[in-house]
Nanobody, 115 residues
Framework: QVQLVESGGGLVQPGGSLRLACSASGSASSIYAMGWYRQTPGKERELVARITNGGSTTYADSVKGRFTISRDNAKNTVYLQMNSLKPEDTAVYYC?????????WGQGTQVTVSS
């Protein structure tokens, strides 16, 4: 079993930057991929970014060129660097981890982009 804890959310002005972090505990050595999803009331949860143990990354078209996902395997932590933030980026961001055929989720962290 894996536990995921997100941090780094908050309020930021349009055009600003924010860095999210997700720390994994438990059977973290068995994680083969980690990612970030986001959800807004009235919308379905969508994939923002994903990274595999081999370093392969995937980004949603809406964030490509602005967001960067990275991992620190020694710390069992995944990061999401968010630059040039837009009001449309406002959402609850959830960390997830793939372990075999299972998916684990964090509790979510609120990101609000507003002037």
């Amino acid at each position: 079993q894996v536990q995921l804890v997100e941090s780094g959310g908050g309020l930021v002005q349009p055009g600003g930057s924010l860095r999210l972090a997700c720390s994994a505990s438990g059977s973290a050595s068995s994680i083969y991929a980690m990612g970030w999803y986001r959800q807004t009331p009235g919308k379905e949860r969508e994939l923002v970014a994903r990274i595999t143990n081999g370093g392969s990354t995937t980004y949603a078209d809406s964030v490509k060129g602005r967001f960067t996902i990275s991992r620190d395997n020694a710390k069992n932590t995944v990061y999401l660097q968010m630059n040039s933030l837009k009001p449309e980026d406002t959402a609850v961001y959830y960390c997830n981890a793939g372990v075999g055929l299972k998916m684990y989720w964090g509790q979510g962290t609120q990101v609000t982009v507003s002037s």
